[in-house]
């Protein structure tokens, strides 16, 4: 029930549905100062989500920078969080844009930082259908030549709390000794770190998938941009399942 309704909230918080409710109401409205007033609304609301400037300074304060690793320590394990593929419909896979957590798994235990990859997630849609995400991962990681003894698989999470609880099982039977690398994007990193602490599992954490570059500031920073409305959403629903996990 509770990743039913995680799924049906998240057409509240998006401001996308503001704007939409907003013109709606100014549509319907028969009285010419209330519908002034809900057209600007609908305006604001648009240009305060669509620019990028404030959307850069959250980023900046929400983001969990990389950290470099000791270039003498090696790991038992990196767990690699899923979210970076999705199903193609036709019983395989493709990347997303946050493939990038599959080319920092790949780099770590190339570069021989780690011993075993654990790749954890199931499929998270209301309607799972039979794709499975971190069995598929696996048959990309046989590509590059990864041996099987250096990947488990985690297949049942919908969620991120379910990575966790279900991740510290595997760990417990295959006796890997922690800390382990705990591999996500940037944004989903603050939220993920206390979802395993909680559980008991003993991350250090390895930043990837930055949506955003330089400091400097741009007057195209104040313009409007459909990209920057689309990234508005990724980060409302961190903040928002950040505070849900952290009551709950």
């Known amino acids: 029930m509770y990743f039913i309704l995680s799924k049906v909230l998240l057409f509240i918080i998006l401001p996308i549905y503001w704007v939409v409710v907003l013109l709606a109401i100014a549509v319907v409205s028969k009285e010419r100062k209330r519908k002034q007033r809900f057209l600007i609304a609908a305006i604001i ?9 404030l959307l850069d300074r959250v980023i900046r304060k929400w983001d969990v920078q990389f950290q470099p690793l000791n270039s003498t320590q090696h790991y038992s394990c990196a767990i690699v969080l899923g979210g970076f593929s999705s ?13 990038d957590r ?10 021989k930082k780690i011993a075993h990859l654990l790749i954890t997630g199931g499929n998270g849609n209301l309607l799972p259908g039979g794709f ?3 069995a598929w991962v696996k048959t ?7 041996p099987d003894s250096a990947v488990l ?4 999470s919908k969620n991120t709390f379910e990575n966790a609880k279900f991740s510290k099982v595997i760990l417990q039977k295959t006796h890997l000794p922690p800390p382990y690398l705990l591999v996500t994007s940037a944004f989903h990193m603050r939220r993920s770190l ?3 602490k909680h559980a008991g599992i003993p991350v250090i954490p390895y930043s990837c998938n930055y949506i955003i570059g330089n400091d400097r500031v ?11 409305l689309s990234t508005w959403e990724i980060y409302i629903k961190e903040v928002v399942g950040y505070a849900v996990n952290y009551f709950k």
């Open 45 to 53: 609301v648009l240009y305060v989500f669509s620019n990028h400037f």
């Open 87 to 99: 199903s193609d419909g036709h019983g395989g896979g493709h990347f997303n844009f946050s493939a």
């Open 102 to 111: 599959f080319i920092q798994a790949i780099k770590l235990i190339e570069t």
């Open 132 to 134: 499975r995400e971190a």
């Open 140 to 146: 990309q990681l046989a590509q590059f030549n990864i």
């Open 153 to 156: 698989i985690e297949n049942n």
């Open 194 to 196: 206390m979802l395993f």
């Open 218 to 228: 741009q007057i195209t920073d104040f313009l409007p941009a459909a990209d920057a």
